[in-house]
C-alpha cells in the first residue's frame, strides 16, 4: 500500500484508540458550578480535614482542584504527620485512601512523601487480608470495598500484588460483594475502579502476565458494570444517593461496557444536583464522594507526577455558609420504641427524646434508663459513630456478624449519628449476619 493510503487509515487507527470516556462523561458544567457550593463547604470547613478520616476529603478537594496552593500545603503537613503518627492500627483501605489522598497529584516542592515505604507497608496488610480469607471461610479482616482501594492503590503506585490472584478473588459472584444477598453498589464500583486499574497496566505491559487473566478480569468488569446498572432508580441513582458517586466513577472508565442506552449519565448528573440544591451530602464523607464524579473526575485520575491545580473558581466559597437543613432540636419531647433484638429474643422500652433526635440519641437514652440491657458501644468512622457492641456482644467481621439498625421493619440507609428519629417510630439494633 503507499504512503498517501495509509495515512486515513493511521488516523482512523488512532481516533478508534481515544477512550471513549471522554464522550461519556457528563460533569458538571462551569455556569453550574456554583451549585457544587455545598459540598465544598461541608468538606473544607468540617472536622474532617483532620486526622486519618481526612483522607477521602483531601482526595476529593485535591481531584477537583478545590484548594489553593496554601490550603493544600497545610492540609498535606498535617496528614503526613497523622499518617505517621497512627499507620500500625490503620485499616489495609485507611492506608490505601491516604496513598491516594497523598499522592493524588504532586504538591509544593517543600515536602517529600516517602511512598514506597508507604506502600510497602500496604502491600504487608493486603496480604494480612489475603490470609484471613484464607484462613477463614473466605473473609477478609475488613471487606471487599476496602481490599479494592488497596488493589488500587497498589496498582497505581506500583506495590506489589498478584494479579492471577486479583483475577479469583474479585470475581462477581464472589460472597463479599453482597450484604444479605444484596449486591453492595459501593464495593463494586470500587472494585471496577481496581480491576480497571490492573488491566490498563497489564495491557500497557507494565505487569506481564497470563492473557487469560486478562480476559478474566475483562470479564469480571463487565459483570460488576451489568450489576451497578441493575441497581439503577427511576430517577437515576445508582444504588442510593451514597454509592451514586462511586458508581458514577466506574461507569465513566468503562464506557465499553455498555450501551448508551443503558445509562444516561444525564439524568444521574441532574438528579444528584437537585439532591444537593434541597440539602444532601451533608456529611464531609458524603460530599467527598460524590465531588469528583460531577467534576468528571475518577480516582484513576491520582497521579502523583502530575502537578496539582490549584484554586478553581470557587475555592473562595469556603467563607459562605452552606444551607442548613438540618431539623433543629427543639424543646418538644417525641416518644418512641427501642429494641435490641437477638435471634427470637426482644427486649423493647419506650423513651422519651428531644424532636429532632438521632438514632445515637434513643440508644444513650435506654441504656440510661436500663443499662443491663441497653449498653452498647461505639467507633467512630468516616460515616459518623458504628454500632460495634450491644449488651458486650461485638460485631466481627471474620463471622460476618455486625448490629443492624432498623425503623419500622426497614434497615436504615443512614448511620446512628444521623438518622433522625420520628415520633412513635419502632426502631431496632438487630444481631444480624451479612
Ligand atoms: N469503608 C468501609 O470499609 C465501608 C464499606 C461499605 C461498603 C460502605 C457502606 C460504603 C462506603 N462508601 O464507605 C460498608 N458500608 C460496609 C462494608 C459495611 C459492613 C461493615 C463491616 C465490614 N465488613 O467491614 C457492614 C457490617 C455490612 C455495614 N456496612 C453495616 C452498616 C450498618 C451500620 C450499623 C451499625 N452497627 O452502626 C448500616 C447503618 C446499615 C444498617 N441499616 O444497619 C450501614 N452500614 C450503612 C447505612 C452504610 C452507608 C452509610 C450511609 C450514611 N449516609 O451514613 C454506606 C455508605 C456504608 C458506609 N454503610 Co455499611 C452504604 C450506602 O448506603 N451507600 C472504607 C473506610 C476506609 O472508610
Not at 492471577?164 to 464500583?189: C, L, M, R, W
Not at 417525641?334 to 429474643?345: F, L
Not at 449519628?417 to 415520633?423: M, P
Given at each position: 500500500?503507499?504512503?498517501?493510503?495509509?495515512?486515513?487509515?493511521?488516523?482512523?487507527?488512532?481516533?478508534?484508540?481515544?477512550?471513549?470516556?471522554?464522550?461519556?462523561?457528563?460533569?458538571?458544567?462551569?455556569?453550574n458550578?456554583?451549585?457544587?457550593?455545598?459540598?465544598?463547604?461541608?468538606?473544607?470547613?468540617?472536622?474532617?480535614?483532620?486526622?486519618?478520616?481526612?483522607?477521602?476529603?483531601?482526595l476529593?478537594?485535591?481531584?477537583?482542584?478545590?484548594?489553593?496552593?496554601?490550603?493544600?500545603?497545610?492540609?498535606?503537613?498535617?496528614?503526613?504527620?497523622?499518617v505517621?503518627?497512627?499507620?500500625?492500627?490503620?485499616?489495609?483501605?485507611?492506608?490505601?485512601?491516604?496513598?491516594?489522598?497523598?499522592?493524588?497529584?504532586?504538591?509544593?516542592?517543600?515536602?517529600?512523601?516517602?511512598?514506597?515505604?508507604?506502600?510497602?507497608?500496604?502491600?504487608?496488610?493486603?496480604?494480612?487480608?489475603i490470609?484471613?480469607?484464607?484462613?477463614?471461610?473466605g473473609?477478609p479482616?475488613?471487606?471487599?470495598?476496602?481490599?479494592?482501594?488497596?488493589?488500587?492503590?497498589?496498582?497505581?503506585?506500583?506495590?506489589?500484588?498478584?494479579?492471577?490472584?486479583?483475577?479469583?478473588?474479585?470475581?462477581?459472584?464472589?460472597?463479599?460483594?453482597?450484604?444479605?444477598?444484596?449486591?453492595?453498589?459501593?464495593?463494586?464500583?470500587?472494585?471496577?475502579?481496581?480491576?480497571?486499574?490492573?488491566?490498563?497496566?497489564?495491557?500497557?505491559?507494565?505487569?506481564?502476565?497470563?492473557?487469560?487473566?486478562l480476559?478474566?478480569?475483562?470479564?469480571?468488569?463487565?459483570?460488576?458494570?451489568?450489576?451497578?446498572?441493575?441497581?439503577?432508580?427511576?430517577?437515576?441513582?445508582?444504588?442510593?444517593?451514597?454509592?451514586?458517586?462511586?458508581?458514577?466513577?466506574a461507569?465513566?472508565v468503562?464506557?465499553?461496557?455498555?450501551n448508551?442506552?443503558?445509562?444516561?449519565?444525564?439524568?444521574?448528573?441532574?438528579?444528584?444536583?437537585?439532591?444537593?440544591?434541597?440539602?444532601a451530602?451533608?456529611m464531609p464523607?458524603?460530599?467527598?464522594?460524590?465531588?469528583?464524579?460531577?467534576?468528571?473526575?475518577?480516582?484513576?485520575?491520582?497521579?502523583?507526577?502530575?502537578?496539582?491545580?490549584?484554586?478553581?473558581?470557587?475555592?473562595?466559597?469556603?467563607?459562605?455558609?452552606?444551607?442548613?437543613?438540618?431539623?433543629?432540636?427543639?424543646?418538644?419531647?417525641?416518644?418512641?420504641?427501642?429494641?435490641?433484638?437477638?435471634?427470637?429474643?426482644?427486649?423493647?422500652?419506650?423513651?422519651?427524646?428531644?424532636?429532632?433526635?438521632?438514632?445515637?440519641?434513643?440508644?444513650?437514652?435506654?441504656?440510661?434508663?436500663?443499662?443491663?440491657?441497653?449498653?452498647?458501644?461505639?467507633?467512630?468512622?468516616?460515616?459518623?459513630?458504628?454500632?460495634?457492641?450491644?449488651?458486650?456482644?461485638?460485631?466481627?467481621?471474620?463471622?460476618?456478624?455486625?448490629?443492624?439498625?432498623?425503623?419500622?421493619?426497614?434497615?436504615?440507609?443512614?448511620?446512628?449519628?444521623?438518622?433522625?428519629?420520628?415520633?412513635?417510630?419502632?426502631?431496632?439494633?438487630?444481631?444480624?449476619?451479612?
Amino acid at each position: 500500500m503507499r504512503q498517501s493510503h495509509q495515512l486515513p487509515l493511521v488516523g482512523l487507527l488512532l481516533f478508534s484508540l481515544i477512550p471513549r470516556q471522554q464522550c461519556e462523561i457528563c460533569k458538571v458544567s462551569k455556569e453550574n458550578k456554583t451549585a457544587l457550593k455545598p459540598l465544598v463547604h461541608t468538606m473544607i470547613s468540617s472536622n474532617y480535614t483532620k486526622g486519618i478520616q481526612a483522607a477521602k476529603v483531601l482526595l476529593s478537594l485535591r481531584l477537583g482542584g478545590f484548594l489553593n496552593q496554601n490550603q493544600d500545603q497545610h492540609l498535606i503537613e498535617q496528614f503526613i504527620l497523622t499518617v505517621r503518627s497512627t499507620e500500625p492500627s490503620l485499616t489495609s483501605g485507611q492506608l490505601a485512601l491516604a496513598i491516594l489522598a497523598l499522592g493524588a497529584c504532586k504538591g509544593t516542592d517543600g515536602i517529600s512523601i516517602n511512598y514506597s515505604e508507604l506502600v510497602k507497608k500496604l502491600g504487608n496488610k493486603y496480604k494480612a487480608e489475603i490470609k484471613n480469607m484464607e484462613d477463614h471461610d473466605g473473609n477478609p479482616l475488613t471487606n471487599y470495598y476496602q481490599l479494592s482501594l488497596d488493589v488500587l492503590a497498589l496498582c497505581l503506585f506500583s506495590g506489589n500484588y498478584s494479579v492471577p490472584k486479583v483475577a479469583e478473588i474479585f470475581k462477581p459472584g464472589n460472597k463479599n460483594y453482597y450484604f444479605h444477598k444484596q449486591f453492595s453498589v459501593d464495593t463494586g464500583a470500587m472494585a471496577v475502579l481496581a480491576l480497571t486499574c490492573v488491566k490498563r497496566s497489564i495491557t500497557s505491559g507494565q505487569n506481564k502476565i497470563d492473557t487469560k487473566d486478562l480476559d478474566n478480569i475483562d470479564n469480571h468488569i463487565k459483570l460488576l458494570i451489568r450489576k451497578i446498572l441493575s441497581q439503577k432508580t427511576e430517577n437515576g441513582l445508582l444504588g442510593n444517593i451514597d454509592s451514586t458517586g462511586e458508581a458514577m466513577q466506574a461507569l465513566f472508565v468503562s464506557s465499553n461496557y455498555y450501551n448508551k442506552n443503558q445509562w444516561v449519565c444525564q439524568k444521574t448528573r441532574d438528579t444528584v444536583l437537585k439532591e444537593i440544591s434541597q440539602g444532601a451530602f451533608r456529611m464531609p464523607t458524603a460530599a467527598a464522594q460524590i465531588l469528583p464524579a460531577l467534576m468528571g473526575k475518577t480516582y484513576l485520575n491520582v497521579n502523583k507526577d502530575s502537578s496539582c491545580v490549584y484554586g478553581s473558581d470557587i475555592s473562595h466559597i469556603s467563607t459562605q455558609k452552606p444551607i442548613s437543613v438540618t431539623p433543629a432540636v427543639s424543646a418538644s419531647q417525641i416518644k418512641v420504641n427501642y429494641s435490641v433484638v437477638i435471634n427470637n429474643a426482644k427486649d423493647r422500652i419506650v423513651v422519651s427524646v428531644a424532636n429532632g433526635s438521632v438514632f445515637l440519641k434513643v440508644m444513650e437514652q435506654a441504656q440510661k434508663e436500663n443499662a443491663a440491657l441497653f449498653s452498647f458501644t461505639a467507633e467512630e468512622t468516616s460515616w459518623g459513630p458504628y454500632i460495634t457492641t450491644v449488651r458486650g456482644i461485638k460485631a466481627n467481621t471474620t463471622n460476618r456478624t455486625y448490629w443492624e439498625l432498623l425503623s419500622n421493619g426497614e434497615p436504615l440507609s443512614e448511620g446512628a449519628g444521623s438518622y433522625v428519629v420520628h415520633a412513635g417510630d419502632d426502631l431496632e439494633v438487630r444481631w444480624s449476619t451479612y
